[in-house]
């Protein structure tokens, strides 16, 4: 069968698609039209938007072009998604190939030469005691997955030790995980959930304080736990760190008593300076099961090859889009190859000279700036007392003035940043603080 006009069709298709993003960069709405649109979102799903932010379609680098014209600095990332920006030339050439393939869906069935190529290179820089990859749609699919695996290697357990202000996704399962009661309002408690007290920096005694509370923990509830989760860099919480002697000494004390170790790296998987946390604080030998998402353009499970699911266990008719299954794969290539990664890559140095700008900003603006945290591109500090309405008030200023931020943790909440560091300049950070210092005035 000759496919040729259908191929060249296609490839038609995109050419206009590609022209009408131009034409709306040269036709921008004007701003009533563009609040019309926000509001007709905001009635469609039923919740407004957190800022009005309506993308054009077309943007450079860290910068991207709004519905009505407007060009913002974008250090938000769709939460952390983003690392290579927007309007990325070398991903979407990545893209457009892809899109040709036969299939637009792949899944449980069916899987193309792409879903092998992904997991293959994925398992090949995974953290060395991974043996299995799975693919699948969002991070909290991946958890999820993650879930069944190790309740099944507990016999049916069906207890979780999790971290005070952890966060690992909102589906029903997730969400009783996830240290956030307004996340499950009027939902049922269906299994127990053991909170430990994170990494506290200011307090010398806080490894102890949660080694005791974990060792307290396994002794009344062990026989009803089936894994302990772990955010190696708490995310929503603020972008909180803690030193590998925190985590060996609880780790320890699970491996004595069977409990699995489930590392969760939806958020900080290639944001930390290297591809893995896992690998950046040593703990490799600890992991039976990772997850990751976000960056990652869809999601996976990892784990050992003890962990191996029963056949029916763990399904699915979708395990990811063609096109983002090839950009993942050239997201991991880029990573490896452009010195984005390892302590003298791009996320290192941005680290240090966000570090730096805070530093002066603390200076000029006494008092207003504390708590910074974080780690390679991740990022996140406390403006005055963290006070949740003056923060959001804080990173609206911010947008109206053509900087897009968010936040974490509640009260006492935090500014996060998530820098594109396949992508942004020296200047353009530069700028991002400018803005900051003049919406702090």
């Not at 909102?170 to 956030?180: G, Q």
């Not at 920096?201 to 080694?211: E, G, Q």
């Not at 989760?229 to 972008?239: D, H, K, M």
């Not at 030998?285 to 090859?305: C, E, M, N, P």
Request: glycine share 8%; hydrophobic share 45%.
């Amino acid at each position: 069968m000759d496919y040729g006009p259908k191929f060249e069709q296609g490839l038609r298709l995109m050419l206009e698609a590609i022209a009408a993003a131009e034409d709306s960069a040269n036709a921008p709405l004007a701003p009533a039209a563009m609040m019309a649109e926000l509001n007709e979102l905001a009635e469609l799903r039923g919740r407004p938007a957190f800022y009005p932010y309506l993308g054009s379609g077309v943007g450079r680098g860290a910068r991207a072009m709004l519905a009505d014209g407007r060009w913002v600095l974008d250090m938000a990332l769709g939460i952390g998604v983003h690392l290579f920006g927007h309007g990325n030339l070398d991903l979407i050439e990545t893209a457009i190939r892809a899109a040709a393939s036969d299939l637009v869906m792949q899944g449980n069935l069916v899987f193309n030469r792409e879903y092998n190529l992904l997991m293959k290179a994925l398992l090949a820089h995974a953290p060395r005691s991974m043996a299995h990859c799975w693919l699948s749609l969002s991070g909290a699919d991946a958890n999820e997955n993650a879930l069944k695996l190790v309740r099944q290697k507990r016999d049916g357990r069906p207890g979780i030790i999790a971290f005070r202000g952890c966060f690992h996704g909102r589906t029903s399962a997730m969400a009783e995980v996830t240290d956030r009661p307004d996340y499950r309002l009027g939902q049922p408690q269906t299994f127990p959930v053991r909170y430990l007290p994170f990494y506290d920096r200011h307090d010398s005694r806080s490894a102890a304080t949660t080694l005791a509370s974990l060792r307290q923990i396994i002794a009344r509830d062990g026989d009803q736990i089936a894994a302990m989760i772990v955010e190696l860099v708490q995310g929503e919480a603020g972008f909180i760190t803690a030193p590998r002697e925190f985590f060996v000494p609880l780790f320890e004390q699970c491996r004595s008593a069977g409990i699995p170790i489930w590392i969760d790296e939806v958020q900080t998987f290639a944001r930390v300076s290297e591809l893995f946390a896992t690998d950046l604080l040593n703990l490799a030998d600890y992991a039976d099961v990772i997850t990751i998402g976000k960056i990652f353009h869809g999601s996976a499970l990892l784990f050992r090859k003890e962990f191996s699911p029963d056949p029916a266990l763990i399904s699915g008719t979708y395990s990811g889009a063609t096109v983002p299954m090839t950009i993942a794969r050239r997201i991991l290539e880029k990573l490896t190859t452009e010195r984005i990664l390892g302590p003298e890559g791009r996320e290192k140095q941005l680290e240090k000279l966000t570090r730096d700008h805070l530093e002066r900003l603390s200076r000029t603006k006494p008092g207003l700036i504390s708590e910074v945290d974080g780690v390679g591109a991740m990022i996140a500090f406390r403006i005055g007392d963290g006070a949740l309405n003056s923060t959001r008030e804080f990173i609206q200023r911010c947008f109206d003035a053509g900087l897009v931020l968010y936040y974490g943790a509640h009260d006492p909440a935090c500014v996060r940043l998530f820098l594109p560091a396949g992508v942004l300049t020296e200047d353009e950070l530069g700028e991002a603080f400018v803005i900051m210092q003049r919406c702090l005035e």
